[in-house]
T-cell receptor, first 113, second 117 residues
Framework: NAGVMQNPRHLVRRRGQEARLRCSPM?????VYWYRQLPEEGLKFMVYLQKENIIDESGMPKERFSAEFPKEGPSILRIQQVVRGDSAAYFCASSRSDNQPQHFGDGTRLSIL | AQTVTQSQPEMSVQEAETVTLSCTYDTSESDYYLFWYKQPPSRQMILVIR??????QNATENRFSVNFQKAAKSFSLKISDSQLGDAAMYFC??????????????FGKGTKLSVKP
């Protein structure tokens, strides 16, 4: 029973490039959450999606960041024109329903050169 | 706005001893969930325990138990018979309970636990 799968584990980008982070939820889970963790900090909520719908994006920066969870395939967090401040660990979590605990992936560590 | 505060940046415990990690939170909601997550050096986030605010009984999970004081808005984690594998960052987290639905998680800054052999 595979857990939440995130890839890549590490991603290096130069300033101005695009970063795409992928998340495959646990089998049977249709709710996906994205969080960002800066060094020495706790995780900060970014966005909550269900299949083909964004439910809550109150934690997403207004520009350059977008997320999707298509009917088929993984959820994607996309960061356009990356800047140094985007360097962080990005975690995805999934749950079976909206009253079940969230289970986390191992995260993607994004480094911006 | 809801906030979660962990006042102990670092804690240390001797193997086989007991340690308690503190967490306080601030909310105007009456129903919510509280969590403790463990993050070892591998960086994986592992759910340790979950407490529903309307349940008075403290949650337990093997060697892990909580002391939930709703009036004081306190939610401490007790680890009994500490093991070397317990060494990790521990995050306290909160989410609103919307009629049974769990909202997004709000995390504290974490407590780094070291276990001495």
């Amino acid at each position: 029973n595979a857990g939440v799968m995130q890839n890549p584990r590490h991603l290096v980008r130069r300033r101005g490039q695009e970063a795409r982070l992928r998340c495959s939820p646990m089998k049977g889970h249709s709710h996906v959450y994205w969080y960002r963790q800066l060094p020495e900090e706790g995780l900060k909520f970014m966005v909550y999606l269900q299949k083909e719908n964004i439910i809550d994006e109150s934690g997403m920066p207004k520009e350059r960041f977008s997320a999707e969870f298509p009917k088929e395939g993984p959820s994607i967090l996309r960061i356009q024109q990356v800047v140094r401040g985007d360097s962080a660990a990005y975690f995805c979590a999934s749950s079976r329903s909206d009253n079940q605990p969230q289970h986390f992936g191992d995260g993607t560590r994004l480094s911006i050169l | 706005a809801q906030t979660v505060t962990q006042s102990q940046p670092e804690m240390s415990v001797q193997e086989a001893e007991t340690v308690t990690l503190s967490c306080t939170y601030d909310t105007s909601e009456s129903d919510y969930y509280l969590f403790w997550y463990k993050q070892p050096p591998s960086r994986q986030m592992i759910l340790v325990i979950r407490q529903e605010a309307y349940k008075q009984q403290n949650a337990t999970e093997n060697r892990f138990s909580v002391n939930f004081q709703k009036a004081a808005k306190s939610f401490s984690l007790k680890i009994s018979d500490s093991q070397l594998g317990d060494a990790a960052m521990y995050f306290c987290a909160y989410s609103v309970n919307y009629g049974g639905s769990q909202g997004n998680l709000i995390f504290g800054k974490g407590t780094k636990l070291s276990v001495k052999p």
